[in-house]
C-alpha cells in the first residue's frame, strides 16, 4: 500500500462545477499538506498549503484536512476550463525528519466549456 | 527570470551512453532537490541536497550521481542508460530541509532512453 493514495481519474465535469478532489494517507505523522497543480509538460506549481488539520480557502479553491480519518480534499468553485490540469497532493512530517515531501499520484481533470 | 531552470528540456539518447541534466534556481534557496515522474505521473524522490551537503539519497541506481556545486546549482549524471530511465526528471528547490516549506519546480526533463 502506498503511502499516500489518489485517484488518478480522469475527472470530466462542466464548466462552472464544483470539483472534489481527495487524497487518504497512511501515516499518521503526516502534518504539513499541500496541493500541486501541473499542467501538461511544466513542472507542478504550488496551488495551497495547509498545517495541520482544518480548512483554508483562496479563491475558488478550499483544503481541507481531517487528520482523524487521514483523509485531505481540494475542492474547486465556479470550475474553469484553464483548471483542467492533473492536480498532486504532497504531505510530510516537517521539522525533524528529512523533510520527505510524499506525493499522491495526482488527479487528472478536465473542465469543458 | 525563471526561478527553478533546468536544462535540457528533452534529451533523446541510445541505451548505454552517460548524459547530464543541469538545475540552476535564483531563490536563495538552500535546499535543492531531484523528482522523478514516471508515465503514470507518479512524482518520486531521488535526492536533496541542503548547502551543498547530501541528505536524502533514496533507493536509487548508483549509475545516478547528484553533484551540487554551490548551493544554487544541482546537476544530475546518469551513467550507462536503461530503457528504464525513460521519465521526467524534475528538479525542484525550498527555504530549508524540513519538509514544511513548499517546493518551487522547474519544468522538467524528458529523458528519453531508446
Known amino acids: 500500500q502506498k503511502e499516500v493514495e489518489q485517484d488518478p481519474g480522469p475527472l470530466s465535469v462542466p464548466e462552472g462545477a464544483i470539483v472534489s478532489l481527495n487524497c487518504t494517507y497512511s501515516n499518521s505523522a503526516f502534518q504539513y499538506f499541500m496541493w500541486y497543480r501541473q499542467y501538461s509538460r511544466k513542472g507542478p506549481e504550488l496551488l495551497m498549503y495547509?498545517?495541520?488539520?482544518g480548512n483554508k480557502e483562496d479563491g475558488r479553491f478550499t483544503a481541507q484536512v481531517d487528520k482523524s480519518s487521514k483523509y485531505i480534499s481540494l475542492f474547486i468553485r465556479d470550475s474553469q476550463p484553464s483548471d483542467s490540469a492533473t492536480y498532486l497532493c504532497a504531505m510530510s512530517e516537517g521539522s525533524g525528519n528529512t523533510g520527505k515531501l510524499i506525493f499522491g499520484q495526482g488527479t487528472t481533470l478536465q473542465v469543458k466549456p | 527570470d525563471t526561478a527553478v531552470s533546468q536544462t535540457p528540456k528533452y534529451l533523446v539518447t541510445q541505451m548505454g551512453n552517460d548524459k547530464s541534466i543541469k538545475c540552476e534556481q535564483n531563490l536563495g534557496h538552500d535546499t535543492m532537490y531531484w523528482y522523478k515522474q514516471d508515465s503514470k505521473k507518479f512524482l518520486k524522490i531521488m535526492f536533496s541536497y541542503n548547502n551543498k551537503e547530501l541528505i536524502i539519497n533514496e533507493t536509487v541506481p548508483n549509475r545516478f550521481s547528484p553533484k551540487s556545486p554551490d548551493k544554487a546549482h544541482l546537476n544530475l549524471h546518469i551513467n550507462s542508460l536503461e530503457l528504464g530511465d525513460s521519465a521526467v526528471y524534475f528538479c525542484a528547490s525550498s527555504e530549508t530541509w524540513t519538509g514544511n516549506s513548499p517546493l518551487h519546480f522547474g519544468n522538467g526533463t524528458r529523458l528519453t532512453v531508446t
Open positions: 495547509t498545517y495541520s488539520s
